[in-house]
């Protein structure tokens, strides 16, 4: 008989376990001097006492129980990590192929019994066999790309994504693609992908999930058939992300790539369109596209892609505040950063103090852009005397760019474009809208 695992347990919760045959990782039910309680046996943590267990319950939480008020311990289920047979992908010729590309994150992740954290464990395969409503949409041809947490991604891996796009397209076998991502810097690549994909025939659809797939309040399979369903059935193309319209398992919303922000740390609806209204929503297997969207999409086509897949990562993005040190601007300038994107305060402002600093940056060559810090509205920077002196300097204003996206294009202009000024006061991929909607004006 195999030794359990222990887990990192010691003392009387070793002994317990050892005595039951218990390992971490196995459903179990725990009997207490207050009743029952059912879940998943977790690892021990370094400084947590050795007269505790942690089992993970349905809910998703962990919860510690006492090692003496233990009146039993049952193994339901062996250890749920044990590896498995790779679910066979069985292909329908009759029904619309999709690549899915995956990179990693809470969308293709497990629970990691070794840390009691989540793990990016979940191939592109497993990924697809855990949504069997799937099989009745699409054809999934997956790939593994990458298998890292978003915030672990870098502009090359931008273009590395970009890039086997750009692969898939070229084919001419897809119908849609999809990016499973995680959700820390999902609008990043969205914003990305938009910039070095243009003239895209087919939709191309990031999708991630706040919670990992083996929880039961996960978001993933809902986000991904979203997804994938949106990638079949739309009739414009572009990049969009596919995440939870609201806090119940009714819709997917789906935004445009360079418009959309991630406005929550956990929450399934942590995606918002900013300034705009999603495009779409995909509910009940259908795609309902928004007329309040105000986003002129580009139809399906069999024209040609243009692809600029390369970043120039020379750019930072400074978030003012009260107390703001001028010196940092002359520090990134020093550091051979080519652009610095500011977050100013309301319309576009930031503290006098900084004029200087921000002139030699103007005068060595380094593009100065402003953004605002608020979430929604736009840039003018006409009403006050600080942004008309701001734009004396030579402060570029954005109007109501995301930061982000602003960031990214800048990334992209610097290595796609001779003329990065004009370039960032053009619109290319929606990323100014021509338009608020009037309750956000």
């Known amino acids: ?3 359990p695992d222990s887990g990192g347990y010691r003392g009387a919760g070793l002994q317990l376990l050892s005595r039951q045959g218990v ?9 207490t001097e207050d009743g029952e309680m059912f879940g998943v046996l977790m690892p021990r943590y370094e400084l947590a006492s050795d007269d505790y267990i942690v089992i993970k319950l349905k809910s998703g939480y962990n919860t510690g129980i006492q090692v003496g008020r233990i009146k039993s311990i049952t193994k339901l289920q062996k250890n749920e990590a044990a590896a498995t047979k790779a679910p066979e992908i069985i292909e329908d010729d009759r029904l619309p192929k999709i690549a899915l590309i995956s990179t990693g994150g809470t969308i293709a992740s497990k629970i990691d019994y070794r840390t009691g954290g989540v793990r990016a464990a979940l191939s592109a395969s497993e990924l697809y066999a855990s949504v069997p409503e799937l099989a009745s949409h699409a054809s999934i041809d997956p790939e593994v790309l990458l298998s890292e947490y978003s915030e672990n991604l870098k502009p090359e891996h931008w273009t590395m994504i970009a890039e086997k796009v750009v692969e898939k397209i070229r084919t001419g ?30 939709p191309v659809v990031l999708v991630g999930a706040q919670r990992s797939s083996d929880r039961p309040s996960s978001d993933a399979a809902l986000n991904l058939l979203g997804a994938t369903i949106f990638a079949i059935k739309s009739e414009y193309a572009g990049v969009f992300v596919a995440m939870h319209a609201g806090t119940s398992d009714d819709a997917v919303a789906c935004h445009i790539g360079t418009r959309v922000r991630k406005n929550h740390t956990s929450r399934r609806d942590a995606f918002e ?34 692809a600029k897949t390369k970043f120039d990562d020379r750019v930072a993005l400074l978030k003012y505040h009260p107390g703001f040190d001028p010196k940092l601007i002359e520090h990134i300038a020093a550091a051979g950063y080519k652009a610095i994107i500011l977050e100013g305060t309301g319309l576009g402002h930031v503290s006098k103090e900084c004029f200087l600093a921000l002139q030699k940056a103007v005068d060595v060559g380094v593009i100065v852009c402003m953004t605002s810090q608020c979430i929604w509205g736009r840039v003018r920077m ?17 109007s109501d760019m995301i930061s982000e996206t602003a960031t990214v294009k800048a990334m992209w202009a610097l290595a796609n474009t001779k003329n990065v000024k004009k370039t960032m006061q053009e619109s290319i991929a929606n990323e100014i809208s021509s338009s608020i909607p009037i309750e956000k004006a």
């Open 382 to 398: 006409t009403v006050y005397d600080t942004g008309r002196d701001l734009l004396g300097i030579g402060v570029i204003p954005l």
């Open 273 to 306: 369109s900013i300034d705009v209204t999603p495009v779409a929503l995909v509910r009940n297997g259908a795609v309902e596209m928004q007329e309040k969207s105000m986003i002129e999409l580009a139809k399906r086509s069999d024209d040609k892609i243009d």
């Open 173 to 202: 076998k897809y119908r849609g693609i999809v990016v499973s991502h995680g959700t820390d810097t999902m609008h990043y690549t969205a914003a990305a992908l938009s910039f070095a994909l243009q003239n895209l025939p087919v």
């Open 23 to 31: 390992s971490v990782g196995d459903s179990v039910r725990v009997a």
């Open 1 to 3: 008989m195999a030794k």
